[in-house]
């Protein structure tokens, strides 16, 4: 839902105002990324008697960098224009 959320408000605010709007895109996608990252470390080498490795760990990691790039981009462009 958040990411839902997130897309929607960089689709009508690049337009607008690119540097917030990717600012916020880029924010969400580096915390998101992080948050993913500590779950998979710890999936991985955690307690091995909870085996809680699955693949949303590696694939949200994926989909937090993609909105990371994506808000850099955006705030990239704001910059040129």
């Known amino acids: 839902m958040v990411a839902v959320l997130a897309i929607l ?3 009508v ?3 607008r105002r690119p540097h ?7 924010g969400f996608g580096v915390q998101t ?3 993913f990252l500590v779950y ?3 999936a991985i080498f955690g307690n091995p008697a909870y085996n809680s490795f699955e693949p949303g760990g590696p694939l949200g ?3 937090a960098v993609l ?4 808000g850099a ?9």
């Not at 981009?73 to 224009?81: E, K, N, T």
């Open 61 to 63: 990691t994926i989909g």
């Open 9 to 11: 408000i960089a689709a």
């Open 13 to 15: 605010g690049v337009g």
């Open 73 to 81: 981009a955006a705030v990239g462009r704001g910059r040129r224009q």
């Open 20 to 26: 917030v709007s990717g600012g916020m895109l880029l």
């Open 67 to 70: 909105l990371a790039l994506a």
């Open 33 to 35: 990324a992080v948050l």
């Open 40 to 42: 998979t470390v710890i």
